[in-house]
């Protein structure tokens, strides 16, 4: 059967999801939402027209409902049969008063009725001059009045809905160039599921993944996402009627960048408030916000975004690609920018097998536009993998992450501050970012060696942070008693060689981490 997958028109032969995502070899995340969506016929229904004028496009809305059953006019059936007649020669701007503006004329056979009609303002209706059908022309009323223009109560055929300051301003003798019906696209059902077992019908259209076009406008927003997306997968933990959100960032801070309207399917982020950082993908248009960047749109797969539910991820794919290559090899950073046909200089340890942990330009924007970057190695020994304690210290991993850079790259650092050889390393902390780190997850009996713990909010040097060289049942990791010390994570693979490492670490000395697994 013939379905559309992806954008691409596919002949399979599978009947449900997983068959077909099987046989069409799909690079799908498992547990990721999929849309199915079937299309009705296109049909042009004349309920809404374009008026276009040399000024821009004005709306005509048409009513055809009364008292809730369906009503058409003798004067809206002529409308309806020879609007195309109001342009060009027949579509002038005649004459305008106070009260209307007048299109026309063309000649009909409408009935005359020469008694006073009430109008409200922006009511569009066919009106005659000097009471004569043949003069006929589309009239559009200013304001609240009373008049007879020749046509009796019915002959109120809508009202304008956008560019009224347009039609205001049109001076007689402008023409209008067309109207037209606004032809309202094929009616789209649909549904998202990660069931794969989910039949599907021919000529149904799947949808699989997100694709985001990034704004070269807004780096600093656009690396916020790369990094919330850089395993492919966005999270939708907040929703409401016009837009999907995750919070999986929020709490850091962005400059203001970008700020335009908040279109269908473009993504903003906060840059100011309580939830600043958070993201945000717009299923109905908003206006703009100061405290929003706009930075991308969906360009593919926005039928995820119209379905997806509180709890749903969305397989979520960039273009350009996130250009991060902190903790790869140097050897591998340059084919990946082979690839992207940008220059790679290396510094620091140029090896083929040294570990990058940092690059300039640091945005991927910026990298674009330079087309050349720097990677900066070092020796894989200089790089540690951490076990992150999420559930028993959420807010101290967060803090520790934030302080290393771990949030928006792979690899982190960590500065050092002091060192007491056989003990603890400390490293430099922020006290403004742990002035509300409340206590918790603190040692009950003792602390490990290899243990790294942050001084929570309760002493005077909150945020410092350190790791033990040595079992102590009396002090935490930052030489702190035990209710003045979170712990964050532990290192892996601790080892005699690691303490040796450590313990030779001079004040200013680096050292790197990264989450294991």
């Known amino acids: 059967m013939k379905i559309k997958f992806d954008g691409e028109i596919q002949d399979v032969r599978g009947k449900k999801l997983g068959d077909i995502i099987k046989e069409l070899s799909v690079d799908y995340q498992p547990g990721c939402l999929?849309?199915?969506?079937?299309?009705?016929?296109?049909?042009?229904?004349?309920?809404?027209?374009?008026?276009?004028?040399?000024?821009?496009?004005?709306?005509?809305?048409?009513?055809?409902?009364?008292?809730?059953?369906?009503?058409?006019?003798?004067?809206?059936?002529l409308f309806l049969k020879e609007y195309n007649k109001f342009h060009n020669g027949s579509g002038t701007i005649a004459w305008k008063t106070e009260d209307i503006t007048a299109i026309g004329p063309i000649a009909t056979n409408l009935a005359v009725e020469k008694s006073e009609q009430s109008y409200k303002k922006w009511d569009v209706f066919l009106g005659f001059g000097g009471f004569d059908?043949?003069?006929?022309?589309?009239?559009?009323?200013?304001?609240?009045?009373?008049?007879?223009?020749?046509?009796?109560?019915?002959?109120?055929?809508?009202?304008?809905?956008?560019?009224?300051?347009?039609?205001?301003d049109l001076p007689a003798?402008?023409?209008?160039?067309?109207?037209?019906?606004?032809?309202?696209?094929?009616?789209?059902?649909?549904?998202?599921?990660?069931?794969?077992?989910?039949?599907?019908?021919?000529?149904?259209?799947?949808?699989?993944?997100?694709k985001v076009k990034l704004f070269r406008e807004a780096p600093m927003s656009s690396e916020?996402?790369?990094?919330?997306?850089?395993?492919?997968?966005?999270?939708?933990?907040?929703?409401?009627?016009s837009?999907?959100?995750?919070?999986?960032?929020?709490?850091?801070?962005?400059?203001?960048?970008?700020?335009n309207y908040r279109s269908r399917y473009y993504l903003s982020a906060r840059n100011s408030g309580?939830?600043?950082?958070?993201?945000?993908?717009?299923?109905?248009?908003?206006?703009?916000?100061?405290?929003?960047?706009?930075?991308?749109?969906?360009?593919?797969?926005?039928?995820?975004?119209?379905?997806?539910?509180?709890?749903?991820?969305?397989?979520?794919?960039?273009?350009?690609?996130?250009?991060?290559?902190?903790?790869?090899?140097?050897?591998?950073?340059?084919?990946?920018?082979?690839?992207?046909?940008?220059?790679?200089?290396?510094?620091?340890?140029?090896?083929?097998?040294?570990?990058?942990?940092?690059?300039?330009?640091?945005?991927?924007?910026?990298?674009?536009?330079?087309?050349?970057?720097?990677?900066?190695g070092v020796d894989a020994e200089g790089v540690f993998e951490v076990n992150l304690f999420y559930e028993a210290a959420p807010k101290t991993v967060w803090y520790f992450k934030k302080l290393t850079g771990l949030i928006h790259r792979p690899i982190g650092n960590l500065k050092v501050h002091f060192n007491v050889p056989g003990a603890m390393v400390l490293f430099q902390g922020s006290g403004d970012e742990a002035g509300t780190l409340m206590p918790e997850?603190?040692?009950?009996?003792?602390?490990?060696?290899?243990?790294?713990?942050?001084?929570?909010?309760?002493?005077?040097?909150?945020?410092?942070?350190?790791?033990?060289?040595?079992?102590s049942d009396t002090y935490g990791p930052t030489g702190e008693p035990f209710d003045g010390a979170n712990i964050a994570l532990s290192l892996s693979n601790f080892s005699d060689s690691t303490i040796s490492f450590l313990s030779k670490l001079r004040e200013g000395d680096m050292i790197y981490v990264k989450e294991k697994g």
Request: net charge negative.
């Open 243 to 259: 837009y999907v959100a995750t919070k999986a960032l929020e709490g850091l801070s962005l400059p203001v960048e970008s700020l």
């Open 274 to 376: 309580v939830e600043k950082g958070k993201v945000f993908l717009y299923k109905e248009s908003r206006l703009p916000n100061p405290a929003h960047n706009v930075f991308a749109e969906i360009v593919q797969g926005g039928e995820l975004i119209d379905h997806a539910q509180k709890g749903d991820t969305i397989y979520t794919i960039t273009e350009p690609k996130w250009m991060m290559v902190v903790g790869k090899t140097q050897k591998e950073a340059e084919a990946f920018f082979a690839l992207q046909d940008i220059e790679q200089v290396r510094e620091g340890n140029d090896s083929d097998d040294a570990i990058v942990v940092d690059q300039m330009p640091a945005l991927t924007m910026d990298i674009m536009d330079r087309g050349s970057v720097r990677t900066v």
């Open 34 to 77: 999929i849309a199915v969506v079937s299309e009705k016929e296109v049909l042009e229904l004349k309920n809404e027209f374009a008026i276009k004028t040399g000024h821009g496009e004005v709306r005509l809305k048409i009513i055809k409902e009364e008292g809730g059953e369906e009503v058409e006019s003798a004067v809206l059936s």
């Open 224 to 241: 916020h996402f790369f990094s919330l997306v850089s395993k492919g997968v966005f999270s939708v933990d907040d929703l409401a009627y």
């Open 441 to 471: 997850n603190l040692p009950e009996t003792k602390v490990d060696v290899g243990i790294l713990g942050v001084t929570n909010m309760s002493r005077a040097n909150r945020g410092l942070m350190g790791i033990r060289l040595s079992d």
């Open 133 to 168: 059908p043949s003069q006929t022309y589309l009239m559009i009323s200013k304001r609240d009045h009373k008049a007879a223009y020749g046509t009796g109560a019915d002959a109120v055929i809508g009202r304008l809905t956008r560019g009224r300051t347009i039609m205001l």
């Open 173 to 210: 003798g402008d023409e209008i160039e067309k109207i037209q019906p606004i032809v309202t696209k094929a009616e789209r059902v649909g549904f998202c599921t990660s069931d794969l077992d989910t039949a599907i019908e021919p000529k149904q259209e799947i949808f699989t993944f997100a």
